[in-house]
């Protein structure tokens, strides 16, 4: 065990018992000791055997987490999630085909969990949770369709296709001044923490009192754009 990775990851509040969604940068987490193997062994040390850790499985470290013992995996064509340790067949279970992160869905049952998502060398665009705070509060952009892909010739119409993510940075300052942001480094990366329940609770406030708050600026993002006029077309109902 690589302590003073396992110091790390304490110090950032994440203890035992602990559902943990992590996201992180692929180069990032290169650099750290022991590479994914070694960083998932350290957080699966912090939680213990009552926690628990789910990534993304498009997720660099997701094939470390898929080798651990146990490890479960969420098979959604589209977004699917692996996890380890005690709760991973309660986050991955039964995942719902429309709404890949909505109510139901892992991200949901890590909420019920009470867990958290870690980011390491990421920002808050890599942060699904914040998708599920958009369905919650009922934004008209998270109804969106996309065609997925269920192998061979066979394509099906999903309804909630997340959207675009790059204006998900505009919670930071809300996020810090509330103190739910947990800042600290693993390895030499920045890392930062925080309680998924306080997250989803502060982004739906946010987006309540404005629709357009999560969505980027970039005028050529036609994701955002189309956001933004499925917004107002309701508004103007
Ligand atoms: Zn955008």
Redesign the pocket.
């Known amino acids: 065990m690589k302590r003073g990775l396992l110091a790390q990851v304490t110090a950032l509040r994440i203890g035992k018992g602990d559902a943990v969604l992590v996201h992180s940068s692929a180069g990032a987490v290169e650099m750290v000791e022991g590479g994914a193997t070694g960083l998932i062994r350290a957080i699966a040390s912090a939680v213990g055997r009552e926690g628990s850790v789910m990534v993304p499985a498009s997720d660099s470290i997701a094939p470390a987490v898929r080798a651990r013992r146990g490890s479960r995996f969420s098979d959604h064509p589209a977004f699917s999630f692996t996890a380890v340790g005690r709760n991973a067949d309660f986050l991955t279970r039964h995942v719902p085909f429309h709404y890949p992160l909505g109510s139901e869905s892992p991200l949901a049952r890590l909420h019920q969990l009470d867990g958290g998502v870690l980011l390491i060398g990421a920002d808050q665009s890599s942060n699904l949770a914040l998708h599920l705070a958009e369905i919650w509060a009922d934004m008209p952009y998270t109804r969106r369709l996309r065609l997925v892909h269920l192998g061979d010739d066979e394509w099906k119409e999903m309804t909630g296709d997340p ?5 998900f940075h505009k919670i930071d300052r809300i996020l810090r001044q509330a103190r739910i942001l947990k800042e600290g480094k693993i390895g030499d990366i920045p890392a930062q923490f925080m309680r998924i329940r306080p997250l989803t609770s502060m982004a739906g406030e946010m987006l309540r009192g404005n629709p357009e708050a999560l ?2 600026d ?1 005028p050529a ?1 036609r ?2 754009g189309l956001a933004r006029k499925m917004v107002r077309a309701v508004s103007a109902i």
């Open positions: 959207g675009c993510t790059a204006g969505l980027c970039d993002c994701s955002c």
